[in-house]
Antibody, heavy 121, light 108 residues
Framework: EVQLVESGGGLVKPGGSLRLSCSASGFTFSNYNMNWVRQAPGKGLEWVSSISSSSSYIYYADSLKGRFTTSRDNAKNSLYLQMNSLRAEDTAVYYC??????????????WGQGTLVTVSS | SYELTQPPSVSVSPGQTARITCSGDALPNKYAYWYQQKSGQAPVLVIYEDSKRPSGIPERFSGSSSGTMATLTISGAQVEDEAEYYCYSTDSSGNQRVFGTGTKVTVL
């Protein structure tokens, strides 16, 4: 069974940093592209970033303007999101999501339950 | 930035057909995907590559795409289909992924 468990969320002050982790199990992590998607309270889904299975390709939403960095450690079956210069508008539930069996595609197939990030003074 | 536009809400009676549209300039050349999100839960993929249904998704869910519009159809909607539905696709470069604005489906 595919399992994705996000961690690292919490309360952070504006301008601060936070690192989210996603621990994967139930599949061969190194074979799959991965994604981060966020959802502000009461709002819609927003794509944040995608990373290829070998980290060769990493994509970010233009709106993030270089503040976020996605990485992965295939030996640890883990995905990461480093978030810097956080703003109130970054407050959201952050989901980790696995891509499909087709390594040429990234669309989210399986989702974790999310971790809440709150940016507030 | 690229946008996918959906109607804010759709209402349907149980057993009737609900249609949700998703409009985007790159859809003639890019696949559309559809997600169902029930309150307090993570999204679930219900349609991929315009019209394919993942295993475990009921046959009443179907998808199509023509020109700049993709459509999710729920034939014989059930009360349990009440949820927010989001389309998803990429811009023409393939580098920017985007979710639609979301459609709240009410079955009553």
């Amino acid at each position: 069974e595919v399992q994705l468990v996000e961690s690292g969320g919490g309360l952070v002050k504006p301008g601060g940093s936070l690192r989210l982790s996603c621990s994967a199990s139930g599949f061969t992590f190194s074979n799959y592209n991965m994604n981060w998607v966020r959802q502000a309270p009461g709002k819609g889904l927003e794509w944040v970033s995608s990373i290829s299975s070998s980290s060769s390709y990493i994509y970010y939403a233009d709106s993030l303007k270089g503040r976020f960095t996605t990485s992965r450690d295939n030996a640890k079956n883990s995905l990461y999101l480093q978030m810097n210069s956080l703003r109130a508008e970054d407050t959201a539930v952050y989901y980790c999501a696995r891509g499909p069996d087709d390594s040429n595609n990234y669309y989210p197939c399986y989702w974790g339950q999310g971790t809440l990030v709150t940016v507030s003074s | 930035s690229y946008e996918l536009t959906q109607p804010p809400s759709v209402s349907v009676s149980p057993g009737q057909t609900a249609r949700i549209t998703c409009s985007g300039d790159a859809l003639p050349n890019k696949y559309a995907y559809w997600y169902q999100q029930k309150s307090g839960q993570a999204p679930v993929l219900v349609i991929y590559e315009d019209s394919k249904r993942p295993s475990g998704i009921p046959e009443r869910f179907s998808g199509s795409s023509s020109g700049t519009m993709a459509t999710l159809t729920i034939s014989g909607a059930q009360v349990e289909d009440e949820a927010e539905y989001y389309c998803y696709s990429t811009d023409s470069s393939g580098n920017q992924r985007v979710f639609g604005t979301g459609t709240k489906v009410t079955v009553l």
